[in-house]
């Protein structure tokens, strides 16, 4: 089992910016992918980043390219998603996952994650 545990989220400003942190208890997390995903209210759970066991390879969702950056920490069984240039439609409950995979690569699809955080809200003021 591994529990994640979500923080740093808040109130912010548009153009600002802010950092999660997602820490990892249980079974050892350096062979995990990890993703970060948010719901907004009345939409469905969409992906924003994803990053491989490694940390050698980041994916992202075309909206917040350029403008969240996915890291991670093994040493400290945690997972940052920085975000900048904040608009309100970032508005909305962030999520981060663990999926097993011990490769270089990590998914996109939210069904692949095995476990998953209890959510942090970020609301983006005008």
């Known amino acids: 089992q591994v529990q994640l545990v979500e923080s740093g989220g808040g109130l912010g400003q548009a153009g600002g910016s802010l950092r999660l942190s997602c820490a990892a208890s249980g079974r050892t997390c350096s062979r995990y992918a990890m993703g970060w995903f948010r719901q907004a209210p009345g939409k469905e759970r969409e992906f924003l980043a994803a990053?491989?066991?490694?940390?050698?390879?980041?994916y992202y969702a075309d909206s917040v390219k350029g403008r969240f950056t996915i890291s991670r920490d093994n040493a400290k069984n945690t997972v940052y998603l920085q975000m900048n240039s904040l608009k309100p439609e970032d508005t909305a409950v962030y999520y981060c996952?663990?999926?097993?995979?011990?490769?270089?690569?990590?998914?996109?699809?939210?069904?692949?994650?095995?476990?998953w955080g209890q959510g942090t809200q970020v609301t983006v003021s005008s």
């Open positions: 996952a663990a999926d097993y995979a011990p490769w270089m690569t990590a998914t996109m699809t939210q069904e692949d994650y095995d476990y």
């Open positions: 990053i491989s066991w490694n940390g050698g390879n980041t």
